[in-house]
């Protein structure tokens, strides 16, 4: 089994900062890339930043500049750190790994349970 444990989601002033994290556990032999999406009430679930074993990163054009995304691969874990925060990205921020659970195996995809971000005076 795989588990992505999310953190660091709470509420914040418009201009603030958030770091949330991931950490990927259970039966993994290696993570291709790992990303965050969120959600917002009555839009759909958008990829905010993804990055590879190899640390490249993209990032969707509204958060450029703004976020970091990082990754300790030793630990599987990969952190946004979100700086500037706008009120349009309150939504529910996921955590997201490509992975294969054992060598050999085609990769798939695994979801944390989400966090949620509210960024409000």
């Known amino acids: 089994q795989v588990q992505l444990v999310e953190s660091g989601g709470g509420l914040v002033q418009p201009g603030g900062s958030l770091r949330l994290s991931c950490a990927a556990s259970?039966?993994?032999?290696?993570?291709?890339?790992m990303a965050w999406y969120r959600q917002a009430p009555g839009k759909q679930r958008e990829l905010v930043a993804a990055?590879?074993?190899?640390?490249?990163?993209n990032y969707r054009n509204s958060v450029t500049g703004r976020f970091t995304i990082s990754r300790d691969n030793a630990n599987n874990t990969v952190y946004l750190q979100m700086n500037f925060l706008k009120p349009e990205d309150t939504a529910v921020y996921y955590c997201?790994?490509?992975?294969?659970?054992?060598?050999?195996?085609?990769?798939?995809?695994?979801w944390g349970q989400g966090t949620q971000v509210t960024v409000s005076s």
């Open positions: 997201n790994a490509v992975l294969r659970v054992r060598r050999l195996s085609p990769v798939d995809n695994y």
């Open positions: 259970g039966s993994i032999f290696s993570i291709n890339a």
């Open positions: 990055i590879t074993s190899s640390s490249i990163t």
